[in-house]
């Protein structure tokens, strides 16, 4: 294939990587330090670490709306909305809908953010390690492919990953919940605290514990600490907590040797038939349209889950006519998330004379219990579950109908204590759960839209009934009074954890990559986003992939330097 490009070396690269999310920050900050001459590519804007925060220090009373979006406003992001972070103070984090299509074959929900730093700008920052109770769950129990890595293969990544972002929490001694590397937890409120003493009072293998999240308690490489202003999600000018934009890429940057396109779209990986390698990557400018070309030793694919497998299913060669990698057709196939937006609610009568201090961004956690000594009957895997107890303040006020001195009055008492809890549950790969591309109705650039095919089966709908009950069970048992469930309609992609699509593996012949995140058949392009897992597990998946990427670029290197790429 003969280069599209006037200038190619002005175009070469020691390496590419396509993304500026979770684990695209973590592949340019790794190869740029380990000397490599990188070029990293995001389909949207320029977003700067403080400078392009533009709602983090406004007031709620400056936003319009009350912060909400008007009805104009919310028929741009019909899908957007079901995320749970959409109101005028993140709408610039968020797709328009309508500019970005894709084709919901099925309900789901795909929350997108197109800029440089993407959803670690709006991540929720809570950050577990998975155990060999997840790594060996598949082989276990002969549900689609194993893991072709074990605990111990990705542990002292976790480590590295943990240590210069900053996680905040406790260390339990929990098998199913290895230890991370902690800075100071935070402190439960007094609540949650008489919350943990009677579950574990009543239930032995019940444990509440502070979340652990990626939020400074103390500062750390020179960012931080969090300023308990739980805004995280407009971007935080202190740096209290872990995105791309004030961590990774920046210290890709200061080693000189990386170059930031952002409005470049990745329409395909260049595949050379000669060598059986990718030659580089062929991008659509976003603002002119312009077709251009780059190419580097090895690629690293960070997109995003579904973005990820669009880009390598629109790479098709003579070697692949299905697309990049998939000779063993399950490239867009065991589409995974984890379903939530279920669990219990009550009130306290306790506490009336406390309150809790600052707006803490972050909540505790429950592990999993289920399905690890004893086995049910009616379903596999387990779930954890998330949950706060605080106090109402003024918020109260917006749905009484009082006015004047009645109203102050009322104000300047907090309302009762309430706790909830939510389950995550964990999602099987299912083969049937897919994406393919949809060559029929494409987006403004001319690429192929994308057709998702994907739903819960049994199990995840016994799961759900479980987690029901068992958030009754244990807020009744803890003494909380007018307890509810709450539903929130869960449809899949709404747990914003999808994942899956080019999973990892030990064999060609049923899996899309490698232990190292290699792609079989074409050993210099690396997948480390969600789209490699092999299983969901029910933990928050985002720390795995940033431990995922500091290994794979390490391998890559080496093998580099072996000249084996």
């Not at 907590?241 to 990774?248: G, K």
């Not at 899309?512 to 690396?526: D, P, R, S, T």
Request: hydrophobic letters at 35%.
């Amino acid at each position: 294939m003969k280069p599209n490009t006037k200038g190619l070396k002005s175009h070469t690269y020691d390496a590419i990587v396509i993304g500026t999310g979770i684990s695209g920050g973590w592949a340019a900050k790794e190869l740029c330090e380990r000397g490599l001459k990188t070029l990293v590519l995001e389909r949207g804007r320029q977003v700067e670490h403080v400078k392009d925060y533009p709602t983090a220090m406004q007031n709620a009373w400056d936003l319009p709306f009350r912060g909400k979006l008007s009805q104009q406003e919310l028929k741009n992001y019909p899908v957007q909305v079901r995320g749970g972070f959409l109101d005028q103070s993140t709408k610039h984090w968020l797709v328009n809908d309508l500019e970005n299509p894709f084709n919901q074959l099925k309900p789901f929900d795909w929350i997108r953010g197109y800029h440089v730093g993407g959803r670690s700008l709006l991540w929720s920052r809570q950050c577990y390690r998975l155990s060999d109770l997840d790594f060996e769950a598949n082989a276990k129990q002969g549900i689609a492919v194993d893991w072709p890595i074990r605990y111990r293969d990705i542990a002292a990544w976790y480590s590295k990953v943990e240590r210069f972002i900053g996680i905040s929490g406790s260390r339990e001694n929990l098998p199913q919940l290895p230890d991370s590397e902690f800075l100071p937890p935070m402190a439960l409120t007094c609540l949650e605290k008489q919350f943990a003493e009677r579950v574990a009072k009543h239930f032995t293998e019940r444990r509440v514990i502070i979340g652990r999240v990626a939020n400074l308690t103390e500062s750390l490489n020179g960012r931080g600490p969090c300023q308990y202003r739980n805004l995280c999600k407009r971007g935080c000018p202190f740096g209290g907590y872990f995105s791309s934009n004030s961590s990774t890429l920046p210290a890709a940057a200061a080693t000189g040797n990386m170059t930031l396109r952002p409005n470049a779209i990745v329409k395909e990986i260049i595949f050379d038939n000669r060598t059986q390698k990718a030659q580089g990557v062929r991008i659509i400018d976003t603002e002119t349209h312009e077709v251009s070309e780059f190419y580097a030793k090895i690629v690293f694919l960070n997109a995003s889950t579904l973005a990820s497998t669009h880009i390598l299913l629109n790479s098709i060669s003579e070697r692949f006519p299905t697309g990049m990698g998939n000779d063993s057709g399950e490239l867009g196939h065991n589409l995974m998330d984890h379903h939530h937006g279920l669990g219990a609610a009550g009130w306290s009568e306790d506490f009336s004379e406390q309150y809790h201090y600052g707006r803490r961004p972050n909540g505790f956690y429950i592990p999993r219990f289920r399905n690890l000594q004893e086995q049910r009957k009616d379903y596999i895997r387990g779930y954890g579950f998330q949950g706060r107890g605080l106090r109402g303040a003024w918020a109260q006020g917006e749905s009484n109908l009082l006015v004047g001195a009645q109203l102050k009055a009322q104000l300047r008492n907090p309302g009762p204590w309430r706790l909830g809890i939510n389950g995550f549950g964990e999602f099987l790969p299912y083969h049937q759960n897919k994406v393919t591309l949809n060559r029929e109705l494409n987006d403004k650039w001319g690429l192929p839209t994308l057709d998702v095919d994907c739903e819960m089966k049994q199990n995840e709908q016994m799961m759900r009934k479980d987690i029901a009950a068992t958030a009754v069970e244990m807020l009744e048992t803890a003494g909380l009074r007018n307890v509810k469930i709450f539903d929130r309609n869960y449809v899949p992609g709404n747990g914003i954890h999808e994942m899956g699509t080019a999973r990892m593996g030990r064999d060609p012949k049923t899996s899309v990559l490698n232990g190292f995140n290699q792609i079989h058949a074409v050993k210099n392009v690396f997948v480390t986003d969600g789209s490699c897992m092999t299983s969901s597990a029910n933990q928050n998946p985002s720390l795995t992939y940033m431990a995922l990427t500091a290994r794979a670029v390490d391998f890559a290197v080496a093998e580099l330097n072996r000249r084996n790429l």
